[in-house]
């Protein structure tokens, strides 16, 4: 793609296309083969304001999974464009923070090429100021791609009522023996919950950040950088409460 | 070591609570009793600071101190602590991960060290045990999946970890049954039956005070203190009802 994008472009309808403009144009997108068989895993941690975008085709039998921590600069995008064949396994592990005038997203493209593989997504985003987080996921599912089990779980916390949460699972179907579940959310903290936890004794912010940090834990759980995912997610989520 | 004088109070543009007086001193219990909706629940919400309950005129000093002036967090760190009626759910947040951080927390408010992980868990331990609490269950998220008995006795459990100078216990026996009820009685009068520590228990029934003996008893009908006696007091209520004893 050439062009700069405008926002009729579905997949960058909530973008930031000035910020996008000084990026242009984007380097050309890594492509990860994962060979038959294989284990690919990778952990994004965008926190510079920058575009990440990955191709990647997982071969036959083989898994990859991507944790990603969306959390720094005006305008930060991950985009990943995956393909599964046979018996493939693909699994997203993702949380974005955003505060302020931030615009994060994550946008994903996974297709089922081919019979039996499987994809998980579950997507966190936790907002605040007037910050804008995206997700828009396409789960396409091809005509001879039977025994497709896809799931694709998001939710979205907003800290304040001027930030914008904007979640769109999306499904492409041609095959008829597939299970594809989607799930998405957005609310706010309970209060009930936070003034339970101040009547304990936790101060305003540190009730926030604890029922924060309960949203968005077991995103990271088995990455192989759990514990610095989960410190640099809870340290952003401080700066927000 | 409790002074409420002349309290007003509104939820939302509701006026509940009428000019209510009362004052506990250390080394006592005191019940309150009365009709639904005569503004039980919400002396206890006013008293520990929940937002949207608005007080309108009066005064609480708890301790000499003013007490509407404090946040709740504040609140608890004094040595206040409020049994919920409807303890609440907290998906995803450990019981005991809560617990020591709510109660490190007030003891830095108070200048006190922090207790040390062993140090904690070896206080919920003995807590837990002391009510028949399964440490399993501790470790739960908070409330999660408890029965309404469950969560009644988790109360007292973190009561008896925070171990606190006043305990306000909104229908702490309601959703009991007659075994639970009798565990959560040895537990208020275990942890809080002390010279230096009060209590105020909100209830609709007399059989709570079997176990609890109560050293006041006090009516609260339509936002005001109606009534008060001593522990025979319940017993003429439950014979006579509120109604005659309210007029």
């Known amino acids: 793609m050439n062009i ?212 968005v834990a077991g995103v990271f759980e088995g990455a192989s950088d759990e514990v610095m995912l989960t410190s640099l997610a809870l340290q952003k989520l401080g700066e927000l409460v | 070591m409790l002074q409420i004088t002349n309290l007003h109070a509104n939820v939302g543009d509701k006026p509940i609570l009428k000019g209510l007086t009362l004052s506990l001193n250390a080394g006592e219990i005191h019940a309150i009793m009365g009709p639904n909706g005569a503004g039980k629940s919400t002396l206890g919400y006013v008293l520990s600071g929940r937002p949207g309950y608005e007080v309108t005129e009066g005064s609480v000093t708890f301790n000499g101190e003013d007490l509407l002036g404090m946040e709740p967090h504040e609140r608890a760190a004094a040595g206040l602590f409020l049994g919920f009626q409807y303890p609440v759910e907290i998906p995803g947040v450990s019981n005991v991960q809560f617990l020591r951080e709510a109660l490190n927390a007030q003891r830095k408010h108070r200048g006190e060290p922090p207790l040390s992980g062993g140090e904690f868990l070896k206080v919920a331990r003995e807590q837990a045990g002391a009510l028949g609490m399964d440490m399993d269950m501790l470790k739960r998220p908070v409330n999660v999946g408890f029965s309404g008995g469950e969560k009644k006795r988790n109360e007292m459990v973190q009561m008896g970890i925070i171990d606190p100078a006043l305990a306000i216990l909104d229908e702490t026996d309601s959703g009991l049954d007659i075994d639970a009820l009798r565990v959560v009685g040895d537990g208020i009068n275990r942890i809080m039956r002390r010279p230096d520590k009060a209590v105020l228990l909100i209830t609709h029934y007399q059989r709570l005070l079997d176990y609890v003996k109560p050293d006041f008893v006090h009516v609260l009908a339509d936002g005001r203190i109606t009534r008060t006696g001593g522990a025979e007091l319940a017993l003429e209520l439950e014979r006579d009802g509120y109604k005659e004893l309210a007029a």
């Not at chain 1, 005006?74 to 592990?93: I, S």
């Not at chain 1, 699972?169 to 957005?186: N, S, T």
Request: proline share 4%.
């Open chain 1, 4 to 215: 700069l994008p405008t926002r009729r472009d579905e997949a960058f309808r909530y973008s930031d296309i000035e910020a996008l403009a000084r990026l242009w144009p984007l380097p050309a997108a890594e492509h990860i083969v994962v060979p038959a068989g294989g284990n690919f895993v990778r952990t994004i941690v965008q926190d510079s304001g920058t575009i990440h975008q990955l191709d990647i085709a997982i071969g036959k039998g083989a898994t990859a999974a991507l944790h990603v921590l969306n959390i720094g600069g005006d305008y930060g995008r991950v985009e990943l464009n995956v393909t599964l064949h046979e018996g493939a396994d693909f699994k997203l592990g993702a949380v974005q923070i955003g505060g302020g005038i931030q615009n994060l997203e994550i946008v994903t493209t996974v297709t089922h090429a081919e019979p039996g593989a499987t994809s998980s997504q579950i997507v966190r985003s936790v907002l605040a100021g007037t910050a804008t987080g995206t997700y828009l996921g396409k789960v396409a599912v091809a005509r001879d791609a039977q025994q497709t089990d896809s799931e694709q779980s998001v939710k979205a916390m907003l800290l304040d009522r001027s930030a914008t949460a904007n979640a769109k699972p999306e499904l492409e179907i041609y095959a008829d023996d597939v299970k594809c579940a989607h799930g998405c959310a957005i609310g706010e903290l309970d209060p009930m919950g936070l003034f339970y936890l101040q009547a304990r004794g936790l101060a305003p912010a540190d009730a926030k950040k604890l029922m924060l940090q309960a949203f």
